[in-house]
């Protein structure tokens, strides 16, 4: 299994210069460290518009997508269905789809947003775990390894992956910066951007646009099931530490690179570990250090104030001759 | 006769299926602080709202300083019902008070040291000046409210449409807040307020509109904000008859 083929055994880690000297260590933690960075980022917008979970949505509706533009690929162009670029088109068009469906059904029934995204989330993923088996009993070409969409292979980003990372990852990451001013206000206070005649329409576009590329840019590496901790993690354990967008977003994309980071270099030092899941469970850690230890949200120090204001008021009551 | 900022023909709006205004004519004249008083239910938000676009009418014009409103949105400002954003959004004081500029900004443009100057006059306007870096959850609700004022004050329109201003805030907000609407009266400005305290109407309101899915009065407040009037808006109910009981 080519997956495979840095496996090491015996030593429990390596060192750096070791790590650094391999080209596909090297794009491995480059790989995950870009899409960390640009998910860190993007996902903060999400999780203000606590589009959490219509990330999710659009994470698994994304695999029949990617499937679909592969068939097309290589059935009608006779090209190599494995491409990036095209994986990407076609992740971003039925993860639209299926957003754009469980929020029309929300609007427009009696059914709740959140049994709207259950249902449109689970038909897409359905359809894509279809196509997925349809591909592997057919003799398509270059389909070896395309199961990968779903968990990721971090091993196999390749030169070209990164450089589509990280043009795509700007891009969107530019809109972000370019778009901060009308992004914030529609987060914040819908209705006065729309008072103050900003388009919902083009801002909730632009906006959505860089949520399903912070999901998508992540597939080859992370696969889609996976990737959207990489999108709400990050800015969840930023927000406990700083009070202003600018401070979240940065946070967000800092905690996003340095979780992917350290978790590709875990897993290859470790041996026989997918990066992916490692990665995740850094993030996780980084979550749960914030939230036990960020000095104004901190559960522990929440707590701790509780106890003392309780003795407090025990002693006050005590001095003042009542029985507490 | 005295100029119009803003007035609306044959407003009719439905939530779903129950018709929650019918046909309503307002008119609001320039320079006028117009309180819109009636029971809950009434459709006093409604009616603001749907003057602006934020509710779809099923039918009926709404126009602003006679024109449609995107052609004078600059000119006019929008203080919703508090409690309609997330206080846990990670902004400060003043850069709730910069908001009000981007309208003016338009896209792209990003707010200065201009524009930063003019949020902290705002704020020092509603006595905020203090509170500039605070994170805004760390407000009170009067706090919470003088902020917003503030952002709206930023704007600098010539017609302020407020919803429901001083529910659940202390009385020094209050205060301050009728001193604020107070001056902007002096300077020309035109006020819609959504009010629900009978016994402070007529306190800073020159004009009032009485409403209950229809306008029952509307005009000059000694001449609508009148007893019968008041009771036909409530129907009778409860708080209005204690009101009635108390102003004999």
């Given at each position: 299994?080519?997956?495979?083929?840095?496996?090491?055994?015996?030593?429990?880690?390596?060192?750096?210069?070791?790590?650094?000297?391999?080209?596909?260590?090297?794009?491995?933690?480059?790989?995950?460290?870009?899409?960390?960075?640009?998910?860190?980022?993007?996902?903060?917008?999400?999780?203000?518009?606590?589009?959490?979970?219509?990330?999710?949505?659009?994470?698994?509706?994304?695999?029949?997508?990617?499937?679909?533009?592969?068939?097309?690929?290589?059935?009608?162009?006779?090209?190599n269905g494995r491409n990036m670029l095209l994986l990407i088109v076609g992740a971003v068009v039925t993860g639209t789809l299926a957003a754009l469906f469980a929020n029309a059904v929300a609007a427009r029934t009696k059914i709740a947003i959140d049994t709207a995204m259950a249902i449109s989330l689970t038909t897409f993923f359905g359809l894509g775990m279809l196509l997925l088996r349809m591909i592997a009993n057919n003799p398509y070409p270059g389909k070896g390894g395309i199961q990968d969409y779903l968990f990721g292979n971090a091993a196999s980003i390749t030169r070209a992956d990164l450089t589509t990372s990280v043009a795509v990852g700007a891009l969107a990451l530019t809109l972000m910066i370019v778009f901060w001013k009308e992004f914030t206000l529609r987060t914040f206070d819908p209705v006065l951007s729309t008072m103050l005649g900003f388009r919902a329409r083009v801002i909730d576009t632009l906006m959505f646009s860089t949520i399903v590329i912070a999901i998508v840019i992540g597939v080859k590496?992370?696969?889609?099931?996976?990737?959207?901790?990489?999108?709400?993690?990050?800015?969840?354990?930023?927000?406990?530490?700083?009070?202003?967008?600018?401070?979240?977003?940065?946070?967000?994309?800092?905690?996003?690179?340095?979780?992917?980071?350290?978790?590709?270099?875990?897993?290859?030092?470790?041996?026989?570990?997918?990066?992916?899941?490692?990665?995740?469970?850094?993030?996780?850690?980084?979550?749960?250090?914030?939230?036990?230890?960020?000095?104004?949200?901190?559960?522990?120090?929440?707590?701790?104030?509780?106890?003392?204001?309780?003795?407090?008021?025990?002693?006050?009551?005590?001095?003042?001759?009542?029985?507490? | 006769?005295?100029?119009?900022?803003?007035?609306?023909?044959?407003?009719?709006?439905?939530?779903?299926?129950?018709?929650?205004?019918?046909?309503?004519?307002?008119?609001?004249?320039?320079?006028?602080?117009?309180?819109?008083?009636?029971?809950?239910?009434?459709?006093?938000?409604?009616?603001?709202?749907?003057?602006?676009?934020?509710?779809?009418?099923?039918?009926?014009?709404?126009?602003?300083?006679?024109?449609?409103?995107?052609?004078?949105?600059?000119?006019?400002?929008?203080?919703?019902?508090?409690?309609?954003?997330?206080?846990?959004?990670?902004?400060?004081?003043?850069?709730?008070?910069?908001?009000?500029?981007?309208?003016?900004?338009?896209?792209?443009?990003?707010?200065?040291?201009?524009?930063?100057?003019?949020?902290?006059?705002?704020?020092?306007?509603?006595?905020?000046?203090?509170?500039?870096?605070?994170?805004?959850?760390?407000?009170?609700?009067?706090?919470?409210?003088?902020?917003?004022?503030?952002?709206?004050?930023?704007?600098?329109?010539?017609?302020?449409?407020?919803?429901?201003?001083?529910?659940?805030?202390?009385?020094?907000?209050?205060?301050?807040?009728?001193?604020?609407?107070?001056?902007?009266?002096?300077?020309?400005?035109?006020?819609?307020?959504?009010?629900?305290?009978?016994?402070?109407?007529?306190?800073?309101?020159?004009?009032?509109?009485?409403?209950?899915?229809?306008?029952?009065?509307?005009?000059?407040?000694?001449?609508?904000?009148?007893?019968?009037?008041?009771?036909?808006?409530?129907?009778?109910?409860?708080?209005?008859?204690?009101?009635?009981?108390?102003?004999?």
């Amino acid at each position: 299994m080519p997956k495979r083929s840095w496996q090491r055994r015996g030593k429990a880690a390596m060192d750096l210069i070791e790590f650094f000297s391999n080209h596909v260590f090297r794009m491995v933690f480059f790989g995950t460290t870009v899409i960390g960075i640009v998910s860190g980022a993007l996902g903060a917008f999400a999780y203000l518009r606590k589009q959490s979970l219509i990330s999710d949505v659009i994470g698994h509706a994304a695999l029949p997508g990617a499937l679909l533009a592969f068939l097309m690929a290589v059935v009608v162009f006779g090209i190599n269905g494995r491409n990036m670029l095209l994986l990407i088109v076609g992740a971003v068009v039925t993860g639209t789809l299926a957003a754009l469906f469980a929020n029309a059904v929300a609007a427009r029934t009696k059914i709740a947003i959140d049994t709207a995204m259950a249902i449109s989330l689970t038909t897409f993923f359905g359809l894509g775990m279809l196509l997925l088996r349809m591909i592997a009993n057919n003799p398509y070409p270059g389909k070896g390894g395309i199961q990968d969409y779903l968990f990721g292979n971090a091993a196999s980003i390749t030169r070209a992956d990164l450089t589509t990372s990280v043009a795509v990852g700007a891009l969107a990451l530019t809109l972000m910066i370019v778009f901060w001013k009308e992004f914030t206000l529609r987060t914040f206070d819908p209705v006065l951007s729309t008072m103050l005649g900003f388009r919902a329409r083009v801002i909730d576009t632009l906006m959505f646009s860089t949520i399903v590329i912070a999901i998508v840019i992540g597939v080859k590496a992370v696969g889609f099931v996976l990737m959207v901790a990489f999108v709400v993690t990050p800015p969840a354990a930023a927000r406990q530490w700083t009070n202003t967008l600018p401070g979240m977003v940065a946070l967000s994309a800092v905690f996003g690179g340095i979780g992917s980071g350290l978790g590709a270099y875990l897993s290859i030092s470790l041996g026989n570990v997918p990066t992916g899941p490692v990665i995740v469970l850094v993030l996780f850690s980084i979550f749960l250090m914030s939230l036990l230890a960020s000095p104004k949200r901190s559960i522990v120090v929440t707590a701790l104030r509780r106890v003392r204001a309780r003795k407090a008021l025990r002693r006050e009551l005590m001095a003042e001759g009542r029985n507490p | 006769m005295t100029p119009i900022a803003c007035e609306c023909r044959d407003l009719s709006v439905a939530y779903r299926e129950d018709p929650v205004l019918r046909r309503v004519n307002f008119c609001v004249p320039t320079g006028s602080v117009m309180g819109i008083v009636g029971p809950n239910g009434a459709g006093k938000s409604t009616l603001i709202k749907a003057m602006l676009g934020l509710v779809t009418p099923l039918a009926g014009t709404s126009e602003f300083f006679g024109k449609p409103l995107d052609d004078v949105r600059n000119r006019v400002g929008y203080m919703p019902q508090s409690a309609s954003v997330d206080w846990d959004f990670p902004t400060t004081v003043i850069d709730l008070a910069v908001m009000g500029t981007y309208g003016e900004l338009g896209w792209f443009r990003r707010p200065g040291k201009a524009e930063r100057a003019r949020a902290m006059a705002a704020l020092e306007q509603t006595g905020m000046q203090a509170y500039a870096s605070r994170q805004i959850g760390e407000l009170s609700g009067g706090q919470r409210q003088r902020a917003f004022l503030a952002r709206a004050l930023v704007q600098v329109p010539d017609l302020y449409f407020m919803d429901e201003p001083f529910q659940g805030i202390d009385a020094k907000s209050q205060q301050a807040m009728i001193d604020v609407l107070k001056d902007l009266s002096a300077q020309g400005k035109t006020i819609v307020i959504v009010h629900h305290h009978l016994g402070s109407v007529l306190d800073f309101c020159d004009h009032v509109t009485l409403l209950n899915k229809s306008i029952i009065a509307s005009g000059p407040g000694e001449e609508t904000f009148t007893k019968d009037n008041i009771r036909i808006a409530y129907e009778a109910s409860d708080g209005a008859e204690a009101f009635l009981a108390e102003a004999g």
